[in-house]
């Protein structure tokens, strides 16, 4: 029988249509044939916790191609997951609710339904100390996420989630990169007619191994995986405290905990080389912040500034991110206060804090390396021109003795890139972009930017090299549908430029072998026949200077 979506049906339950007990049918002829020899009263059903009709199946043998399940004729069905991992939700409450009575864990463990199927989640709670674990099967959107996520804290005192493959969005693992330092995921492994369970622990430098369930532990704090180290920090927990009747209203901290603790939380979030939200940052550095006024954020974030190093260090206030990537408007007010300058507009602002974020990514990332400088702003709040990042030319200083140290003349600008202000490497991407936005004679001054963005790409690393590959394809599609774009010679790529200088050694080795085989050939044209009599003596008798003259 094929399932609804193509595929065969390779799992299904035992016992009847509402049971829980999975199992995934063995696909070789003998291995199905011992199967049924352990297990002659076994039905197989597909089962409705599976999405399945609740009809019976039978289990059919093949020596020719792979065994599967079959429903009885004038079945219909309309169940779309059929493979082995179509029922991992039930595998994955058989290992919980062993690996609890294990462990003596009054639990329980119930499948969700999020809107695609009975496999879009599975929950595991226990019961006495209010945690909750929730095992992530299908792929949710970040606002749903972060909906689920409060409903469920304001239930429990802990609550962890474990992803499975492909279900956390980029936003969901950024957040809980900044608030844990590491994100937990899950696996299946196939033994026979099960699947096991597998997790661990990933950030966004290394992840931990893979290990059974048995090798995790459910501590105070929540699930526990070997190898992770948290970096909760552990608040008020409200619906914990409301059972025992002993709720407390924690006490504000002092300013001077407040900037210590949200200037850990700017450099742990520049060390992971994630932009959190404000929402972010007070689930990590303490959950009184999220209730202050902007001013008062202002001012704490100055006090930050002050805090974290001197002048020329990154401003960690630049990774504080809205919910569209760009920059908190407040920050403005941060740059400003610090006296960095007052950026004139919000594009402005958004590139100015992308090379602050990147310097603080340098500085305080793993490995470090050295940050690119600050970029300038002019006194009414624009981008300042910026000077070329390339080295002074060296000279080499020769002592003669008795004569004359003469200066080494300035190398001349080459004339394709008459036009073109020194830029830094890294700026020329951006150059290329306002070169297609500003009015004027924009195409003679993008090509010359072009030029100068090929000798920049010998000198880039990753990630800029490819930003700025991206940016001139970009530009020379935009070139090339100008009417007005200066002609020229036809761009080659270095593989093309280098065969043609193969091709073109080659032809001049061959010309040289033939010019000196030519020479050879009239050299020993030119030459005289040597005279085998020559040097001989004369024969006895015999004059050779008196020839004889015919009569």
């Known amino acids: 029988m094929i399932g609804s979506d193509g595929r065969l049906v390779q799992t299904a339950v035992i016992g009847g249509p509402d049971s829980g007990r999975a199992i995934i049918l063995p696909t070789d002829a003998d291995e199905l044939t011992r199967w049924r020899r352990r297990h002659p009263a076994y039905t197989y059903w597909c089962g409705t916790q599976l999405g399945g009709c609740g009809n019976e199946l039978s289990d059919r043998l093949y020596r020719d191609k792979v065994c599967h399940f079959a429903h009885r004729p004038h079945t219909s069905c309309h169940r779309t997951a059929t493979g082995a991992a179509s029922a991992d939700h039930l595998f994955i409450k058989d290992d919980l609710a062993a690996w609890a009575g294990r462990n003596k864990l009054k639990a329980r463990t119930t499948s969700r339904d999020l809107g695609t199927g009975p496999a879009d989640a599975v929950d595991f709670r226990v019961g006495a100390a209010r945690q909750h674990v929730r095992f992530q099967f299908s792929r949710l959107a970040h606002t749903e996420w972060e909906q689920a996520r409060q409903r469920l804290s304001s239930e429990s005192a802990t609550l962890d989630w474990v992803f499975g493959p492909g279900t956390a969005q980029p936003e969901t693992m950024e957040e809980l990169y900044d608030e844990y330092g590491y ?140 919910e569209e990537n760009d920059p908190a408007p407040y920050v403005r007010d941060v740059v400003a206060a610090v006296g960095c300058g007052v950026p004139a507009t919000a594009a402005v602002l958004k590139r100015w804090c992308q090379r602050e974020a990147d310097r603080a990514f340098a500085v305080y990332g793993g490995p470090s390396r050295t940050p690119p400088p600050r970029l300038p702003l002019t006194p009414d709040g624009r981008l300042a021109a910026q000077q070329s990042a390339e080295p002074a030319e060296r000279h080499t200083i020769v002592h003669v003795k008795g004569g004359k140290v003469q200066k080494s003349a300035a190398r001349p600008k080459p004339a394709h890139l008459a036009g073109v202000p020194l830029l830094r490497d890294t700026e020329i991407r951006h150059a290329l972009r306002n070169a297609r936005q500003t009015s004027g004679p924009r195409t003679r001054y993008a090509t010359a930017l072009m030029a100068r963005a090929e000798e920049a790409l010998t000198r880039l690393p990753e990630p800029q090299y490819s930003e700025l ?83």
């Open 183 to 322: 994100l937990l995921r899950f696996r299946f492994e196939t033994h026979g007619a099960v699947r096991r369970i597998r997790l661990r622990a990933e950030d966004p430098r290394r992840s931990t191994d893979w290990v059974p369930l048995d090798a995790c532990a459910m501590t105070p704090e929540g699930l526990r995986v070997p190898g992770a180290q948290t970096r909760r920090r552990p608040g008020p927990r409200p619906a914990a405290d409301a059972g025992t009747g002993r709720a407390e209203t924690p006490g504000r901290r002092s300013r001077e905990e407040q900037v210590l603790a949200l200037k850990e939380a700017l450099v742990s979030a520049a060390r992971f080389r994630t932009r959190p939200t404000w929402e972010a940052l007070s689930r990590t550095a303490g959950s009184d912040l999220l209730g202050l006024s902007v001013p008062d954020r202002i001012g704490l974030l100055v006090a930050v500034e002050r805090a974290a190093g001197g002048e020329g260090s990154p401003l960690l206030s630049s990774l504080i991110r809205a």
């Open 469 to 551: 590959v991206a940016e001139m394809v970009t530009t020379r599609r935009w070139l090339d549908s100008r009417p007005d774009t200066p002609e020229g010679k036809p761009r080659k790529s270095r593989r093309a430029a280098k065969a043609a200088q193969a091709q073109k050694t080659a032809a001049a080795k061959q010309s040289a072998r033939a010019n000196k085989t030519q020479q050879g050939k009239k050299t020993q044209q030119g030459k005289k026949g040597k005279n085998p009599l020559q040097g001989a003596r004369p024969l006895p008798g015999g004059d050779p200077r008196r020839a004889k003259r015919p009569r």
